[in-house]
Structure formats: C-alpha cells, structure tokens
C-alpha cells in the first residue's frame, strides 16, 4: 500500500495552487526518481531546501556520477534564476544611464548577438545573453539529450559560463542594493562562483564579484574584446 500511495503523489503545481503552497509535496530520494528531469529535479529541491547550502548543492548525490550532464543542468538552472534578476535590472537598468555592458570602467562587454559583436546597453545584453545562453543549451543540434552529452558540447558550458556571469557582474557595480537584495534572497551568485571553481569552467582572476574569498581583485584592464581571455570575437559569434 505504501508503494501505491507513493505512486500516486504527483510532483507538480496544480492549476490555481496558491504560491505559500507550491512545492508541498514530499521529499523523493535521487534514485528513485524515474525521469531524464532527475538531475534537474534534484537540484531544484536543493535549491528550495536550503539555498545558503551552496556546497550541499552543488554536489552530485550518489548513484550520479554523469560531471557532463550534472554541470549542463546547473548552468539551466543558472540561466532560469538569472530571468528573475533580469526582471528585476528591468527596472533599474535604464539603458540611457547603462549605455554599455560595464563590470568596472576597466571592463567593457562586447554583445555577441549580431552579426558582429558589438556593444548594447546593459540591459539589452543582459536579456540578449540570457536568450543566446538559453537557446544553445536547449538546441537539440549541441544538446540533444538530458542523460548523456558529447564532449564536443561540453566544450561550450565555459563559454556560456563567462557569459553570463557578466550579469552578475554588471549587477554587482551598478546596482548594488539590487544585487544584495536579490543575493540575500537566492545565494545565486556565490553559488554560481563556487560551481565554476569547482569545476574549472572559470579561473579566478576572470571572478570580478567579491565572493567569500574565491574570487580575485579587479583586474585594472580593458577588455574590449569582450570575453575574459581576449577571445570575443569568433568565439562569442559562434554561441
């Protein structure tokens, strides 16, 4: 009986669930989720359970040892929290004041959603980013699947990673009690800066964000190239 009624408990936000109830339904061990959303599941429940345990979260329970498929969902659920402060620098973010995606003055991102990369303001590099970033890592062509991942399309998940960390970047600079509002309420950014150092998708000097001793001082240079390493321009186009 206990089997049944396990059976029969269906994990998800019915129509008209109030938002104070959202989530109720009870707890589900990694392994005996049956689904190709397991990864994704697990590290959402993670999330709700307790998102100042960032350490927690980032480590994969055990019976997963896929680091392919576990960094791919993380940088999903990145880009899906990062809409949530895009909402927000919608706002504030007023493309008149924020003319160029800046971090610091020495720091200037070049936008690779054109034809060539260029510079947008920072709000519409911001929304451009988090599009391009979604777009690449729902594209069947690169990712076509949510169990395994080729190593060639591994390859992009640092790419993506330096991208959108700007958001935070430009966030923190610019719009700071925004950024510490929004920090407070998810740990979003010092959970993203222990995942890419953690697992190699971004070195520490490229981690403008003051967070909890991993990242570095600000770099005083201009990169008008846009991306950390020089490497904007064919690079950036390609994602």
Known sequence: MAAESEQRILRRNRPGTKAKDFYSWPPQDFNDMD??????????YMIRKDHTDVDAILEPPEGHDDL???????LRQFCLELNHMAVR?????????????KATEQWIF????HGEPKEC??????????????????SNKHFDSRV????????????????????????????????????????????FTRFVTKYGLMSR????????????????????????GGDEGAGETEA
Not at 205 to 228: A, H, K, M, R
Request: proline content about 2%; overall charge negative; glycine content about 4%.
């Open 148 to 191: 395994s991942i080729r190593e060639s399309s591994v390859q992009r998940l640092g790419s993506i990673a330096r991208r959108i960390y700007r958001i935070f970047s430009h966030a923190f600079f610019h719009h700071q009690q925004l950024f510490a509002e929004f920090e407070g309420e998810t740990s979003l950014c010092l959970r």
């Open 121 to 138: 303001s920072a709000l519409d590099y911001t929304l451009h980013t988090l599009h391009g970033a979604s777009c690449l890592l729902n």
């Open 205 to 228: 000097e490229n981690l403008l964000v003051p967070i909890d001793g991993v990242s570095s001082p600000v770099v005083s240079q201009q990169d008008e190239g846009g991306d950390e």
């Open 68 to 74: 392919a498929v576990w960094k791919y969902e993380h």
């Open 89 to 101: 620098l919608q706002n504030e973010c007023d493309p008149v004041i924020c003319t160029k995606m």
């Open 35 to 44: 689904t190709i959303l397991a990864v994704q599941q697990y590290i959402q």
């Open 110 to 113: 070049l936008c690779a959603a």
